[in-house]
């Protein structure tokens, strides 16, 4: 089975899970790093956590870490068998939070489609929890376009544990997919590197194709609103032709594999 994280886009829908409390397990040198001055969220205490990147909050929010997806169960699919290291990276967000007060911020106010309030956390200690989880290797990048705060941080911490062989990335679960390979993970949220080769704009769609036969090779594909983001970011898709680039986002099937690319933080240009 595929489909390591759940990365849900920003929408209103609800929906409750049932809430696992845990025993907290000793995690490492937190990670101290929060702005002077976050946008405000307000405080809470967390009475329980869910998953890796879900907690209960004491007045019976529930909250998703932003810009993080962490091995889990899935919400679709409860009754699957969860994820390699979902235990894990639950333990070590119990060890982080779990009875403790935290500061909500960036974008704090924001709600998921499962209802769920989205935010950074820190907590009284002052470790940024996002940062935390991302350098221990038990979650990855997983950002979306309505919130890119702290997303280039956040990728070089993902960028020092996937080097390090830490937690995720040292399972073939978690692997980088080539995009040969990402026709056998639609469905799933994943992480492709390849050579980019033809891109064209039709219909106002960008498509950078990844192969000769677009009918069938791994495409990613960038409308309107994303390319004035990448235009205003520095990253024209026209510049992305012969690039070698790695992708994140999830996998569907349209005339072959193909992620779809919101926001410019989903595209890395790697060296040649």
Same mark, same amino acid.
């Given at each position: 089975?595929?489909?390591? &994280?759940?990365? +849900?886009?920003?929408? *209103? =829908?609800?929906?409750?899970? $049932?809430? %696992?409390? #845990?025993?907290?397990?000793?995690?490492?040198?937190?990670?101290?790093?929060?702005?002077?001055?976050?946008?405000?969220?307000?405080?809470?205490?967390?009475?329980?956590?869910?998953?890796?990147?879900?907690?209960?909050?004491?007045?019976?929010?529930?909250?998703?870490?932003?810009?993080?997806?962490?091995?889990?169960?899935?919400?679709?699919?409860?009754?699957? &068998?969860?994820? +390699?290291?979902?235990? *894990? =990276?639950?333990?070590?967000? $119990?060890? %982080?939070? #779990?009875?403790?007060?935290?500061?909500?911020?960036?974008?704090?106010?924001?709600?998921?489609?499962?209802?769920?309030?989205?935010?950074?956390?820190?907590?009284?200690?002052?470790?940024?929890?996002?940062?935390?989880?991302?350098?221990?290797?038990?979650?990855?990048?997983?950002?979306?376009?309505?919130?890119?705060?702290?997303?280039?941080?956040?990728?070089?911490?993902?960028?020092?544990?996937?080097? *390090?062989?830490?937690?995720?990335? $040292?399972?073939?679960?978690?692997?980088?997919?080539?995009?040969?390979?990402?026709?056998?993970?639609?469905?799933?949220?994943?992480?492709?590197?390849?050579?980019?080769?033809?891109?064209?704009?039709?219909?106002?769609?960008?498509?950078?194709?990844?192969?000769?036969?677009?009918?069938?090779?791994?495409?990613?594909?960038?409308?309107?609103?994303?390319?004035?983001?990448?235009?205003?970011?520095?990253?024209?898709?026209?510049?992305?032709?012969?690039?070698?680039?790695?992708?994140?986002?999830?996998?569907?099937?349209?005339?072959?594999?193909?992620?779809?690319?919101?926001?410019?933080?989903?595209?890395?240009?790697?060296?040649?």
């Amino acid at each position: 089975m595929v489909g390591p &994280t759940h990365c +849900p886009r920003l929408g *209103a =829908a609800a929906r409750l899970p $049932a809430i %696992l409390l #845990l025993v907290a397990i000793a995690v490492g040198r937190p990670i101290e790093t929060w702005p002077e001055q976050p946008t405000a969220g307000g405080q809470a205490v967390v009475s329980a956590v869910i998953d890796g990147d879900t907690v209960m909050l004491a007045d019976w929010r529930q909250l998703r870490l932003a810009g993080i997806a962490a091995p889990k169960r899935p919400l679709d699919r409860p009754d699957d &068998t969860p994820w +390699p290291l979902a235990d *894990a =990276a639950r333990s070590a967000l $119990a060890a %982080l939070v #779990l009875g403790k007060t935290v500061q909500l911020a960036d974008g704090g106010g924001a709600r998921d489609r499962y209802g769920r309030v989205v935010a950074q956390l820190r907590t009284a200690a002052g470790t940024w929890v996002e940062g935390e989880l991302l350098r221990g290797g038990l979650a990855r990048v997983c950002s979306t376009a309505d919130d890119r705060t702290r997303v280039g941080e956040m990728l070089a911490l993902e960028d020092e544990a996937r080097a *390090a062989g830490r937690g995720l990335w $040292a399972d073939p679960y978690y692997r980088i997919r080539s995009p040969d390979e990402a026709g056998d993970a639609i469905g799933s949220f994943q992480l492709v590197e390849g050579k980019a080769g033809r891109v064209a704009t039709i219909r106002g769609e960008t498509y950078v194709d990844f192969g000769a036969d677009w009918h069938s090779d791994f495409t990613v594909t960038i409308d309107a609103p994303a390319r004035r983001l990448f235009a205003a970011a520095g990253m024209a898709p026209d510049s992305l032709a012969g690039r070698r680039i790695r992708v994140r986002g999830w996998l569907r099937f349209r005339n072959g594999p193909l992620i779809e690319a919101t926001h410019p933080e989903q595209i890395e240009l790697l060296p040649p």
